[in-house]
């Protein structure tokens, strides 16, 4: 079974998505904190990464940044998920760590489709 | 050798007399027979003397002929007769005869007439030449020669008296008139004085000048020598002088003065002309470079203080103002000094009321035209050395704007310039240049302000718009576990609420549209908060891809 790590300091979108991920028969990892995160991450087997932007107390690209340092955790693949897009400039820096970019709010349905399509390409 | 013609009908007489001639040495240049080949000899020889016989052969008699050669050659002649007939005598003395000799005659008695004649002659001509010369000489005299007695009375007029007055020197001698009724009345005090001094003064001289009215009444100009003349015992003998008409000579020197005095008019006006001229390109020169370099400030200055450098740069540059004082006023009064050295000085505080201001920036308040002080503004007080070559006085113009007093300028001036009219104007016109920076820095400052402001609601509102996002993913993922109608509705209900978050970002999408033309093409750089968490500076097109995603 795979398993989806979800990065995000809102409780209730980190609750809502690991029920609908658990539902479409996947194995579900929520974090509110994304420093336990990065910790945490590495020691488990994780397809997929959804990650948010604004966080604290490390927004979404420093998560981004540290995850270069780990190579477990640099091959994991990362949508991001944020109520805010990113400017060229971070587009352009963060290419290579960022598998897909979605805008909050999203249906969870429509969510499900794109990690599948992700988990298939992988 | 004195040559003498002997004119003798008897031949041997003639060539006795010639022996005889011969033998005192004079020299006989011929002997004639007739009156008529006398008179032809005496033209072709010219002989200092001619001995004639009254009774000649021909025509002619020989006092005719002797009148002749007188008339015709100036040559003496001396008469030989045998008779002492008082008829011929008396004819003889009539033509005036330099001597005659009674034949028979002695050699002696011969040699001495011939000797007298010649004497008689030379002093006779001399006399003559000396009469013509005189004669000469008053009739072509310009001026007239008097002399006076001692008791003023008019002994003689010589000269020109007639051409210069029109009267005559009988009228003039006989007082009617007499020469001092000719003198102009408003010279004959002056004239009445010298000749008094003349009359009492021993050896007295002077030279003066006075105007007379000639008989036709016209002024003449008289330039009057006038002399006491005194005999070896100093005793005053009587008055002499001479009168000359200057009437032409004064005419041309009032001419000439004339001429000096439009020449030195024209001389003034070019002058002035030039002057003005010089002015003028003064001025121009002057505005053209407070223009320039009040654009230049507008330009490049980013506070008034540069504002001020810049014109003073160039105002000494065209031999402007030594000090310019800048009030301004507004958050924070301030007075601003700057010489023509360059220097900043003369800070003044912030005053409690306007009567505790410099007075030059006081007065300039009340009006709307620039001022004219006499004092120097005290605040130059501040600055050493300034006070040294400028004038006492001082310009000062309010600097308003649209009905608002941003501040005062004052200027203090050097000594060349005059705080006349066209100063004024200039002065006025530099106000006009540095309240439009002024208020052009000002109004710069202000819409920085307001954009900052702006932009600052717009990042916070767009967080705003982003904390509702992230709810509303709640909600719709907590509605999407059922599949219920309610949870359906809640969906909808949820994506509306973000349709309308949308809309609002799109709005603040364009009004980054505007803050971005602004940085480019304005340099108006605006500072956004939560730059590390927030995507602030996105280009306002290129976010579509991930609101697109979303919005699905």
Known sequence: METIAIVDDDPYIVEVFCLTFERAGYSVLGFTDPVEALEAIPTKRVSLLILDLMMSPITGLQFLDERRKDRALSEIPVLILSAWDLSPEERKEYADDIAGIIRKPVMPRTLVEMAGVFLKKE | MRSILVVEDEQLVAEDIRLTLEGYGYRVVGTATTGEVAVRLAGESRPDLVLMDIYLAGEMTGIEAAEEIRRRFDIPVIFLTAFSDEDIIRKVREIGPYGYLLKPFNEQEMYITIEIAFYRHTMDRALRESEQRYRLFVEHFQGVAFRLSMDLAPVFYHGSLSRITGYTEDEIISGNPSWRMLVHPDDRGSYDEQVERAGTVPGYTNEFQYRIIDRNGTIRWIEELLQNVVDSMDEPQFIQGSLFDITGRVAAEERLRDLNRRLDGLVKQRTLDLERTNRELFLKNRALQIRSSATGALVFAETEDDLLRGIMRNLEASGGYRALWLATFG?????????????????????????????????????????????????????????????????????????KLLGVVCAALPPHIAPDEPEITLFEEMAREITLTIDHLRAVKREKRALDRISRTLEQFATLNDHIRNPLQGIVGYASLEDDERSKKIISLSMQINEIVNRLDRGYLESKKVRFYLERHEGVTLAGPGRETQPGDDEPDSSSGGREKGGD
């Open chain 2, 331 to 403: 958050d924070d009064f301030q007075v601003r000094t700057v010489t023509s050295f360059g220097e900043i000085c003369g800070l003044f505080g912030t005053p409690d009321t306007v009567a505790s201001l410099p007075p030059c920036i006081r007065k300039a308040i009340y009006r709307d035209s620039a001022v004219v002080m006499e004092e120097l503004c005290p605040i130059s007080d501040e600055c050493p050395g300034l006070s040294e070559g400028i004038r006492p006085g001082t310009l000062a113009a309010g600097l308003c704007s649209r009905g």
